[in-house]
């Protein structure tokens, strides 16, 4: 079977599975949501379809080695024994064509279940189906942030963003970097890496210069509304202008 047949049957078949795994284990199709105070913007995203190219060149790197390596195992029974040759190939056909359908529908399910959220105080993660795993990490607890990027995601145009938090170290990040368990998240796959490492900075110093006992809130100045100041209104154009970028490169 081509390649292009394959990745149709499984786009196929993908469809059917994705919505048995919405209605049997109530997988959320909808963003998480994070806590905010009236006129707070909050930009929610996947990660890039760079992400998802990048997902596919390693799945068809793989199915051409196993399935090349099962194709000539195959030819060489026929040529020594025509007749098992002919008894073995529909069990050859399977473990060429199932596992592929089964490695493409887990790459999209990685992908489509998959959410970042920012808002101007704290960010969430979270990723999953049969378990679904959230963390949450408000930009006062954060003790570091760095892009990780190897030559494969910058030919696809992505990036990782690491955010440390206070006791991270230990654990190992997507190319070895020392985390700690809990203590850390990843912003994986994404094409504004940059712009979104920025802007965690621009909020945690504002956190710090506000002070973590302070009421965060804006107040309100006028029956009217809300009076901003402009340093808050530039973070807010920023959180907007971010999620329109995010929302181009999807």
């Not at 994404?190 to 506000?210: G, K, N, P, W």
Request: no cysteine; charged share 20%; hydrophobic share 50%.
């Amino acid at each position: 079977m081509t390649g292009g047949r394959v990745e149709a049957a499984s786009a196929w078949i993908y469809r059917g599975v994705w919505r048995v795994l919405v209605d049997w284990f109530r997988v959320p199709q909808e963003p998480p949501t994070l806590p905010a105070f009236a006129g707070d913007r909050v930009a929610a995203f996947r990660p890039s379809e760079g992400f998802l190219r990048y997902l596919k060149f390693f799945f068809w790197i793989v199915l051409l080695i196993v399935d090349g390596a099962l194709l000539i195992a195959w030819l060489a029974i026929m040529a020594a024994l025509p007749w098992l040759g002919v008894v073995l190939a529909l069990p050859f056909a399977a473990l060429i064509v199932l596992p592929d359908v089964v490695a493409y529908i887990a790459i999209h399910l990685r992908y489509d279940t998959t959410w970042y959220v920012l808002s101007e105080r704290s960010l969430r993660i979270r990723r999953g189906i049969w378990v679904i795993k959230e963390t949450t990490i408000t930009y006062e607890n954060v003790q570091n942030l760095k892009i990780d990027q190897g030559p494969l995601e910058r030919f696809f145009g992505i990036a990782n963003v690491v955010v440390e938090t206070a006791g991270g170290g230990g654990a190992k990040g997507p190319h070895g970097e020392d985390l700690s368990a809990g203590h850390h998240g990843i912003i994986e796959g994404v094409a504004e890496a940059h712009e979104i490492r920025d802007l965690i900075l621009r909020q945690l110093r504002r956190t710090t210069t506000v002070g973590l006992g302070d009421d965060h809130a804006p107040a309100p100045l006028h029956a009217s509304g809300t009076s901003f100041t402009a340093e808050h209104l530039a973070v807010l154009r920023e959180i907007r202008d971010l999620a329109r970028r995010v929302a181009d490169a999807a």
